[in-house]
């Protein structure tokens, strides 16, 4: 199981850090990603993580969020940082090779 935390609402410039903790090894173990959705929108990957710690990021985000992962905890992280209006969505902790999602949390940019 994935559980997202550290939604909300933000001005644009702001800042957020998103949580995900996933039950077992499940962090520790596999590739980790999150994911963004908006309305109307496909699903589509913002940043990934591997068992190994390299990281890929969308080019809309790149230079601004940042995931790590804390295997203590087997919690995995999106820092989002300058944020805009169009980071607003439904962001999603995923393990791409289990096909794995949490529920989901809402991120909203104001301008």
């Known amino acids: 199981q994935l559980v997202e935390s550290g939604g909300g609402l933000v001005q644009a410039g702001g800042s957020l850090r998103l949580s995900c903790a996933a039950s077992g090894q499940l962090a520790t173990t596999y590739n980790m990603a999150w994911a963004r959705q908006t309305p109307g929108e496909q699903r589509d990957l913002v940043a990934i993580i591997t068992s190994g710690g390299d990281t890929t990021y969308a080019d809309s985000v790149k230079g601004r969020f940042t995931i790590s992962r804390e295997n203590a905890k087997n919690t995995v992280y999106l820092e989002m940082n300058n944020l805009k209006p169009e980071d607003t969505g439904v962001y999603f902790c995923?393990?791409?090779?289990?096909?794995?999602w949490g529920q989901g949390i809402q991120v909203t940019v104001s301008s």
């Open positions: 995923n393990i791409p090779s289990r096909g794995t």
